[in-house]
């Protein structure tokens, strides 16, 4: 809790991933990438209440396991690759909300999938929605200017195009404004947000941008590339932070 707020955090971890199938289990440097989001939890003591939403009873077990509550199960029109963060967010906020009889004022999103993170993270993206009356914050890193979207390229039946046409000005990667994408630490997200306003972002968000790596894994070379940058940055196998 904080400034007398309740806060809700929601571990995303379904069981059907086509990329790697049961990524959520996959260990990431002797850890399973659940049981590194339990973790840092525990680090947590302003978080109220710590949920998975699966619908998988492997992964309920291991969440579980490492101290994160699995008090329902997503049901089967939420467990699909398309079905958006939103969906999964109020979901598990009404079925707890439900279950302890109790109202959360915030809920942060945790996805396993961001074994870089660190309790540190998840706090300022809390403090900074509360400090400044956010409808919802993300946590961000900035894009390399190698990724920049006036840098970007289309082919269309063989012929090469400018995604932006303002990209035929571009010569320099100082001309470039900074631009941000997210890197799944964390998602602050204020209840009225969520279940009035229906959004994750809201009318007013707010983007604390992260200094670091930070690997958002999707496939094995993310896994590959994750424990590399762990043990680049003095992590220990089975550690949650670096030493």
Sequence with gaps: MIRKRRILAVVPARGGSQG???????????LSMVARVGDVVRALPIIDRAVVSTDHEGIAAAAEASGLAAPFRRPEHLSGPTIGDWDVLAHALQETERIDGVRFDIVVMLQPTSPLRRPEHVEAAIDMLVEGGWDSVWTLSETDSKAHPLKQLTITDGRLGYYDEAGKQVVARQQLAPVYHRNGVAYAITRDCLLNQASIMGARSGGLVLDGTFISIDTEWDIALAEFV???????????SAS
């Design 230 to 240: 762990m043990r680049r940055l003095g992590w220990r196998e089975g550690s949650t």
């Design 20 to 30: 790697i199938p049961l990524k959520n289990l996959r260990p990431v440097l002797g």
